[in-house]
T-cell receptor, first 111, second 116 residues
Framework: QKEVEQNSGPLSVPEGAIASLNCTYSDRGSQSFFWYRQYSGKSPELIMFIYSNGDKEDGRFTAQLNKASQYVSLLIRDSQPSDSATYLCAVQTGGSYIPTFGRGTSLIVHP | SAVISQKPSRDICQRGTSLTIQCQVD?????MFWYRQQPGQSLTLIATANQGSEATYESGFVIDKFPISRPNLTFSTLTVSNMSPEDSSIYLCSVGAPTGSGNTIYFGEGSWLTVV
């Protein structure tokens, strides 16, 4: 059973702070990792993906991957109220062509 | 990424009826999928829509309840049959694009169904 675990939250951070969203996964054979953002009443949209250990930065977003610890995180710098949404982690193993999604973490950025 | 359009975007359906959701992609894609997202839950894959052949269903989903068509590389439909309130959910059409060692999933706007 492939599992992707996320704290459901809500995670509440003040505007301008760094929001840290975490995700753990059970399958050591996992190779591709994705973060999606889902606003209330909308469908998920891809933020970024990461394959290699370490950090990957894209604007205010940084994905961090540690395969030894089976852990992937998303950092949002200078958080804005418009970042308030549910963030979904998705993990794909090499043996599957589709990812497994976590339940998502609700993020609230308050002014 | 491809533009994925779904119809209807929302509907309120009577118990026992069936509804067909249409998904149109603006470019030819090999991989198309249908997901369900029940209230407060994560995304659950219903099936892979295969062009010119029967869909491949995930455990817990059957063709009689969720018949899927895919006549070409840009279009697919999902029917939710004999609906009950438990079928109230967001239904998402998605496409897969090869990215590095995996496939990145892109979603359509979703169809919000409420069964009363």
């Amino acid at each position: 059973q492939k599992e992707v675990e996320q704290n459901s939250g809500p995670l509440s951070v003040p505007e301008g702070a760094i929001a840290s969203l975490n995700c753990t996964y059970s399958d050591r054979g996992s190779q591709s990792f994705f973060w999606y953002r889902q606003y209330s009443g909308k469908s998920p949209e891809l933020i970024m993906f990461i394959y290699s250990n370490g950090d990957k930065e894209d604007g205010r977003f940084t994905a961090q991957l540690n395969k030894a610890s089976q852990y992937v995180s998303l950092l949002i710098r200078d958080s804005q109220p418009s970042d308030s949404a549910t963030y979904l982690c998705a993990v794909q193993t090499g043996g599957s062509y589709i990812p497994t999604f976590g339940r998502g973490t609700s993020l609230i950025v308050h002014p | 990424s491809a533009v994925i359009s779904q119809k209807p975007s929302r509907d309120i359906c009577q118990r026992g009826t069936s509804l067909t959701i249409q998904c149109q992609v603006d470019s030819q894609v090999t991989m198309m999928f249908w997901y369900r997202q029940q209230p407060g839950q994560s995304l659950t894959l219903i099936a892979t829509a295969n062009q010119g052949s029967e869909a491949t269903y995930e455990s817990g989903f059957v063709i009689d309840k969720f018949p899927i068509s895919r006549p070409n590389l840009t279009f697919s439909t999902l029917t939710v049959s004999n609906m009950s309130p438990e079928d109230s959910s967001i239904y998402l059409c998605s496409v897969g694009a090869p990215t590095g060692s995996g496939n990145t999933i892109y979603f359509g706007e979703g169809s919000w169904l409420t069964v009363v």
